[in-house]
């Protein structure tokens, strides 16, 4: 009795290493990781993280500015931005958005060494961008995650340690963009103008979430606000639709020469704490056509073969292409 009283005591002070299980990870389709129940609560949670693999939609820095700067205190002023949005292929009809931020410390729930410095944030973006991808390569991410305001997104989890680093890796280069879903705003919203949501994914703005898609023969209901960020509404004459403005450098004041109708191609996206509302097409870049709001690489997709963009696949392709071909 005594040895065992004895053997209590050494172990009662001895220290006890703590173990950290190994984050679980799985590769899941966009389809199974942006599942939502009725309220448009995300409900994937069989793993840690999480292994997805799609196509690029476009450039990063053509969405969100990445620029660091960390004098910035500010609250819920994450200063430097990067975020890319993947596409799944064949049947899952998906796509999933991957978010970084510089200073996480700026949100009231995160330590306040909990951000990146400037020189740091520079280290991480030149890790991310090391696979060297291009809008229209096929790429593979592996990271954790979070649900934000109508999608989940890969990210750090407001979380600056190493172990929450998420990895991009080039699986293919050059797969070539997915042709945008031709969509009419008859898809995504109702007869009152409401969004149309279905929690199974199989119709309305929740189909589309997160793809590429083209809305046609449409209008500004007001344009005066154009430029890099602006949030403008489109409509058919009997329904409205949010369109969300990227950086683009052809986005700037003076640059809309649309004639009415017009076509647009962008990104469809939700944000808004409604997780039933708040879809808005995300245009990254306008390349000055005229005819259809999007960015360049976006149109192409739209007609493969059309070299010129000019809106026909004809000869003068062709010969374009002959002329720019290396001798």
Not at 164 to 190: A, C, M, N, Q, Y
Not at 222 to 230: R, T
Request: aromatic share 10%; proline share 5%.
């Amino acid at each position: 009795m005594k040895n065992i009283v004895v053997l209590t005591m050494v172990l009662s002070l001895t220290p006890c290493a703590i173990i950290k299980a190994a984050p679980t990870v799985a590769e899941v389709t966009h389809s199974e990781f942006q599942a939502v129940d009725a309220s448009g609560e995300h409900v994937y949670n069989a793993t840690d993280m999480v292994i997805l693999e799609g196509i690029l939609l476009h450039n990063p820095a053509d969405m969100l500015d990445p620029t660091p700067d960390d004098s910035i205190t500010e609250i819920f002023n994450l200063s430097g931005t990067w975020q890319i949005f993947i596409q799944g292929e064949g049947d899952d009809h998906a796509g999933t958005a991957v978010f970084l931020g510089q200073l996480y410390n700026n949100l009231p729930w995160v330590a306040p060494d909990g951000g990146y410095s400037n020189e740091v944030f520079i280290s991480e973006l030149s890790r991310l961008n090391a696979a060297q991808f291009s809008p229209g390569d096929k790429i593979r991410v592996t990271g954790y995650y979070l649900s934000y305001k109508g999608k989940l997104n890969i990210n750090e989890q407001h979380n600056n340690n190493p172990d929450h680093d998420f990895t991009i890796e080039l699986v293919e280069r050059g797969v070539g963009l997915p042709s945008p879903e031709v969509v009419t705003l008859d898809d995504l919203k109702d007869g009152d103008d409401e969004f149309i949501f279905d929690p199974n994914r199989q119709s309305g703005c929740e189909y589309y979430q997160s793809r590429l898609v083209k809305i046609e023969d449409v209008y500004f209901v007001d344009a005066n606000d154009w430029g890099p960020n602006a949030e403008l509404v489109i409509s058919d004459g009997r329904k409205t639709f949010g369109v969300k403005f990227g950086r683009g450098n052809g986005i700037y004041a003076g640059s809309n020469n649309l004639t009415e109708p017009f076509n647009v191609i962008g990104i469809l996206d939700q944000e808004s704490p409604d997780l039933t509302g708040g879809y808005r097409l995300y245009v990254m870049n306008y390349d000055g056509n005229g005819s259809v709001l999007a960015s360049r690489e976006h149109r192409m997709a739209d007609k493969p073969g059309d070299v010129n963009l000019d809106g026909v696949v004809d000869i003068d392709d062709f010969i374009e292409m002959i002329e720019d071909w290396p001798m």
